[in-house]
T-cell receptor, first 113, second 112 residues
């Protein structure tokens, strides 16, 4: 069974632009979470979606947003990019609503120049 | 100002030895924990999990121990191999849907 798929793997954007990242969870999984990983802050929770509803949001500005589709695929969007948004963005897939195994994709490496 | 990179503690072990990686968590309400392994350029890989109603769980070559009294989690790797070299993270959850809090990680360096 296929794992979590994130596209694209690498992305270079300039300040002020916006970007959309995509995540396809493991087949049958309905929960998708997004994390930002940087050398300075480690792994930080962005938001989590279950059945197309955002159930939890981390402490990030409103420039960071996301959505989930009826097939459980999820996208996250970052608008008005800043240099500090350069990071590895990771998507995690879980089967159920809470306290279940979370499996990560390979991530999207975003570089803002 | 300029952000400072997290200082990752490093554990160096000889191939074939056992490794013990520790993690302290802060929220006494956390009731589900996962250990992840992350190799350079890859996403975190699920290793083993444990719920708060247990204090020990074993997998293949790995054992997780949970001490709720002192809020401490450890990952034991038996007969460590060069392929085990990676950064290891513990993650905790407080039944807050699937929102995990991650530790800063420990770098395991296995010497052949």
């Amino acid at each position: 069974k296929a794992g979590v798929t994130q596209t694209p793997r690498y992305l270079i954007k300039t300040r002020g632009q916006q970007v959309t990242l995509s995540c396809s969870p493991i087949s049958g999984h309905r929960s998708v979470s997004w994390y930002q990983q940087t050398p300075g802050q480690g792994l930080q929770f962005l938001f989590e979606y279950f059945s197309e509803t955002q159930r939890n949001k981390g402490n990030f500005p409103g420039r960071f947003s996301g959505r989930q589709f009826s097939n459980s695929r999820s996208e996250m969007n970052v608008s008005t990019l800043e240099l500090g948004d350069s990071a590895l963005y990771l998507c995690a897939s879980s089967l159920d609503q809470t306290n279940t195994e979370a499996f990560f994709g390979q991530g999207t490496r975003l570089t803002v120049v | 100002g300029e952000s400072v990179g997290l200082h990752l503690p490093t554990l160096s072990v000889q191939e074939g030895d056992n490794s013990i990686i520790n993690c302290a968590y802060s929220n006494s309400a956390s009731d589900y924990f996962i250990w992840y392994k992350q190799e350079s350029g890859k996403g975190p890989q699920f290793i083993i999990d444990i719920r708060s109603n247990m204090d020990k769980r074993q997998g293949q070559r790995v054992t997780v121990l949970l001490n709720k009294t002192v809020k401490h989690l450890s990952l034991q790797i038996a007969a460590t191999q060069p392929g085990d070299s990676a950064v290891y993270f513990c993650a905790e959850n407080t039944s807050d849907f699937n929102k995990f809090y991650f530790g800063s990680g420990t770098k395991l360096n296995v010497k052949p």
